[in-house]
């Protein structure tokens, strides 16, 4: 989606790797209720008399997740607006792709589980993790382009919408009204404040976490939604334009320059008070969007999803293996994450550009969409966030979460190998 998303892609993606690794690893270690201790210690926030006591665990998913679907958020609408998905037909090819993309391996997932107990999981193969994803994407080397790069990330992007309204109609609780209304007097305060100017991102911050989210969470809706409603009343654009910030940059930099030299460690007065203007200058030109962004990837990328995988991945695998791989739920989501996401993917993006409503990116031929669709099952973040809300019984989550890991290994191994396979095939 964004540059800087690709140039930490690959060093993500093998976080994400190691964290799985050691959660399997832990959880079936001698020390393993060690690790389900941990994830089970309450923490308690509020005050006395207002106080919300949830297990470490509930606060990964629940509250440190919307960071994760607040980045997401603020990229969707940054691709709305200028970047993958800005033009109808631009936006037409990922859109319909991922479309594509979710129906079939929900269907598949259906076939294996129609009136079984599992049958309320047919969302977990929908969804695609952006970050493992393009982070395993950097694998395959120089025989991926920049826009296959982007057409990924723009499709996870669509399966991340998807999911989310998912999550609002289908894996929500019962409702309380009054809360509900409660979050729509903050999200609509929120939009005011974008209309009437507002940059300021601690009004945002406050309404959107101490108010949104925790009406959210009262009103039975996941409050993860928080995040995407947030980001989307997050203003997009700058205080001042680009040729405004040309122009006082170069003033600045003349001013800069007739200054009187000095060999001295600080700088003089005058000189600290022009680069100030150059800082607030620079502030100026990035939108609120762009700067928490800028702000809130990291976080993001190297500590809540690494956190969130080391919480989620460590599956046990005592008792009957095989059973728990060939299970119903498994297979399911096996096939709809493996299978399903190649049919949806390639089928929809050909009926796509042989109906002239789309056209593939100049640098992609159909054995690239082939490779982006396997790459495309790699759901693993984003699939056992599904899975815990749509399984309830331990056991069965247990499975789900072997199916997930299974599909998303050799989605993510063929996809490699397709990518690799065809570029040798090319330049021989």
Known sequence: MTQNFFTTGSSLGIILLVMVVVAMAWANSPWSQSYHDLWNIKLTIGFEGSELTKSLHYWIND?????????????????????????????????????????????????????????????????????FAIGLLALAGKAVSDSSKTFLTALAAADDIGAILIIAFFLSGSLDISNLLAAGIYFSIMLVGNLMGVRNVWFYFIFGVFGLWLALFLSGVHATLAGVLAAFCIPARSIINESTFITRIKKRATQLSDTSYTDHKLLKENQVGIITEIINDSKKILSPLQRLEQKIRPLVHFFILPLFALANAGVTLKGD?????????????????????????????SIIVTSNLGELPKDIRWSGIGGLSMMAGIGFTMSIFIAELSLNDERLLQIAKVGIITASVVAATIGIAWFKWSNRKTAA
Do not use: Q
């Open 63 to 131: 509250f440190l997740m919307a960071y994760f679907f607040f980045m997401v958020g603020l990229e969707v609408k940054r691709e709305f607006m200028v970047g993958a998905l800005s033009t109808v037909k631009k936006a037409s090819l990922p859109l319909i792709s991922a479309l594509g993309g979710m129906v079939v391996p929900a269907l598949l997932y259906i076939l294996f589980n129609y009136n079984g107990e599992g049958a309320n999981g047919w969302g977990i193969p929908m969804a695609t993790d952006i970050a």
């Open 321 to 349: 293996v095989l059973g728990m791989l060939l299970h119903p739920i498994s297979i399911g989501i096996i096939a709809g994450l493996c299978l399903g996401k190649l049919i949806g993917v390639l089928g929809a993006s």
